[in-house]
């Protein structure tokens, strides 16, 4: 009130007015309760908010404390360690302790992220308050202030929605984690959670995929990279922005150094460093009909598979299955280039009734091969078709295909057993067998079987190797009857443990079903010197560092004598060096097999060894329709075969490269170049000698 208010209001007075005077103790006390009120929710206003907030939100910590236990993927290696794929659900995440975190990647994280990490209890107020300042000072969200502890927490316990609630109970959570938790469990914790971008989650995972590295391994620079990826993971990945990324990894350097953390040397040499960074797919799948199989022969054991970090050492060799897919795609190829040859000699010479290229459905023609170590029965290469992407569907396992006469090894090793030799003589002559058809039971009615040989004639008399090496069809027919079906049935249902043989001559030509990782198996009797091998692809399993399932000691059978088997691998020897497999050979390496073609042409094979791989190739139609024009085992499979040992030879030059002759095999050259073999079970034939009047007598 002012002087001239005063004045006023004495000379009123005086002159008796009634003038009403304000209740001054009343109006003041109302002022005071106003302001006490007023500075009551200044300062209490905000701490009864974030009161009420917090009374009713929940704080669950158990994610990241005593239930910990992340989702880890798994790796499938080969028989050398080398890595086939990766193998997970959801994250991509490879789990490393503490322990396993190189010292200076911890430094290099608090240089740029959390310098007082050790000191604060989850939140740094003065981090906040130089946010704060900061941001006030240009007006936007220049700085944060979050610790490595509320990061953890916001990645892990919290969703992305941005409320005041969200961030309040992030406070709280981390001061909740700190108290629970030692320093180092939140780091280790940390450094498997953060997601690093490329879907990689942790360092470690991010180190393998970015680097094809382990921790250790790691230089600076990369280390660097990877702990200054948590700010902005996507825009500061390496695949995706190398220089921005190498420059936020040199800041990290240079923080490091200014804390005296490193030496000039260490500054000078990381900032001038430019790591190499792999863009892979996160399975890194080298081999994807292998890792199908694998996770389809352990996922009953192992029902968390996926998740649980297993590591799966398998017999695989990686060069092997490199080679092995090169070659199924060469002989792949070959097919449809003759297909189209035979295309245009159709068109040529106007042939009738023939389907022009065009008209080929080629989505089904489709292959296999499998490739193992006959003595140890270790799976090395495994393809289950042409192209992956197109189907998935693994016919090296999974198939159940006819193989003809590739077959044909087995019914000549009974009769070799027998006591008959390669140089026999067998009747090539043509039969007509009469046999009573399905619908004859009801209506007495008689059919009959012709058969043939492939090229529509016959020898009379053929040595038991010239029928083989040749793949004739009556002479094997003549063998199997003179021997007896029931009799050859016996000996391979009981020694080889070939199941659902028909009790037919059928079975002459092949007529059995088999997986071509059945027929490679029982093939290992040949290719092992008369012992049948089970296959394997699983060595052991790993999780943690312990041995969780190794697979049963191999299972090894004689089925036959070595001397015996030997035999047997001379005669398809000489399938590939003269008779119908001639282009399987491969330059510098003795090989054995035998092709297989049933009826119309619709399974294709080829099934040999060299003196230490075994290999089976198979080429058909999916749906079990024809292929074109008389394609056969030799041409469509052999290639494949072929194609493959000339590269195994190049990737492993000591390989064995010649067949070794057991010392109870006699050896004899007849016609004065050719050589036989016998032992003393299957004997030389009796030969009659004439004696000459001028033939020196010998004693």
């Excluded at 993927?73 to 396993?100: L, M």
């Excluded at 092949?510 to 092992?528: C, D």
């Amino acid at each position: 009130m002012n002087i001239e208010e005063v004045l006023d209001r004495k000379e009123n007075r005086e002159k008796g007015l009634k003038i009403e005077v304000p209740n001054k103790k009343k109006k003041s006390g109302w002022k005071k309760l106003m302001v006490v009120v007023i500075l009551l929710l200044v300062i209490f206003g905000p701490i009864v908010f974030v009161g009420s907030i917090a009374m009713n939100l929940t704080y669950d910590t158990s994610k990241l404390t005593s239930e910990y236990n992340p989702k880890v993927s798994s790796r499938i290696y080969d028989t050398n360690g080398d890595k086939i794929a990766n193998v997970f659900e959801g994250r991509h995440r490879f789990y490393a302790p503490f322990d396993e975190i190189p010292p200076q990647m911890v430094e290099a994280l608090l240089a740029i992220e959390d310098t007082s990490f050790f000191e604060h209890g989850g939140i740094n107020y003065d981090a906040i308050m130089r946010a704060i300042i900061k941001d006030i000072k240009a007006m936007a969200m220049v700085e944060g202030a979050s610790t490595l502890t509320q990061q953890l927490v916001k990645n892990t316990l919290l969703t992305r929605e941005k409320k005041i609630s969200r961030k309040i109970k992030e406070l709280i959570l981390s001061y909740k984690i700190e108290a629970e938790l030692t320093k180092v469990e939140i780091l280790e914790r940390y450094f498997n959670e953060i997601y690093l971008g490329h879907n990689y989650y942790g360092v470690k995972t991010a180190a393998d995929g970015y680097f094809h590295k382990e921790l250790k391994d790691l230089t600076l620079k990369e280390m660097a990279i990877l702990v200054g990826l948590p700010k902005a993971p996507s825009y500061y990945a390496p695949t995706k922005n190398y220089d921005i990324s190498l420059g936020r990894a040199n800041r990290v350097v240079e923080r490091l150094y200014a804390l005296k953390w490193i030496d000039k040397e260490q500054h000078d040499k990381a900032l001038a460093e430019k790591p190499v960074v792999y863009d892979e797919t996160l399975t890194q799948n080298k081999a994807p009909y292998i890792v199908d199989e694998v996770i389809r022969r352990l996922k009953g054991e192992f029902p968390d598979f996926k998740t649980g970090g297993y590591k799966v050492y398998t017999t695989i060799d990686l060069k092997m299955q490199k080679a092995a897919r090169e070659a199924m795609t060469y002989g792949y190829e070959q097919a449809q280039k003759r297909l189209v040859a035979e295309n245009e000699r159709a068109i040529e010479k106007k042939i009738k009734n023939y389907v022009p290229y065009a008209d080929q459905n080629l989505t089904k023609f489709n292959g296999a091969m499998i490739s193992v170590d006959p003595k140890l029965g270790e799976i090395r290469a495994m393809i289950g078709g042409v192209d992956y992407k197109k189907s998935s569907f693994n016919r090296a396992t999974q198939a159940y295909r006819q193989p003809g006469s590739a077959f044909k090894p087995f019914l000549y090793q009974v009769a070799l057993d027998f006591g008959l030799s390669p140089a026999t003589k067998l009747v090539d002559i043509a039969r007509t067998y009469d046999f009573e058809s399905d619908q004859g039971k009801d209506s007495n009615e008689t059919r009959r079987w012709k058969p043939k040989n492939y090229e529509n004639n016959f020898k009379g008399l053929i040595s038991l190797r010239e029928a083989l090496v040749h793949s004739r069809n009556l002479a094997t027919i003549n063998l199997v009857t003179d021997i007896g079906i029931n009799t050859i049935k016996s000996k391979l249902t009981k020694q080889y443990g070939i199941k659902d043989l028909p009790g037919d001559l059928s079975l002459s030509l092949g007529s059995v079903t088999l997986t071509p990782e059945r027929f490679a198996q029982y093939f290992t009797s040949f290719a092992n010197g008369g012992q049948l091998t089970d296959l394997r692809l699983i060595n052991y399993v790993e999780q943690g560092g312990d041995t969780v399932w190794e697979h049963p000691e191999q299972v090894v059978k004689r089925v036959t004598e070595e001397r015996q088997a030997f035999l047997m691998t001379t005669i398809l020897r000489d399938i590939v060096s003269r008779g119908t497999g001639y282009r399987a050979r491969a330059w510098g390496i003795e090989l054995a097999g035998k092709t297989g073609t049933t009826n119309d042409s619709i399974d294709t094979w080829f099934v040999g060894y060299s003196p230490s791989i075994e290999t089976v190739v198979w080429f058909g139609n999916d749906d079990n329709s024809p292929l074109w024009n008389r394609e056969q085992g030799g041409w469509t499979a052999a290639p494949s075969f072929s194609y493959y040992y000339k590269q195994l030879i190049k990737i492993y030059p000591q390989m064995p490269r010649k067949f070794e002759k057991p010392d109870d095999v006699i050896e004899v050259t007849v016609e004065g170049k050719k050589k036989e073999y016998f032992t003393d079970i299957s004997k030389p034939p009796k030969a009659e000698v004439k004696a000459e009047a001028d033939e020196e007598l010998l004693f």
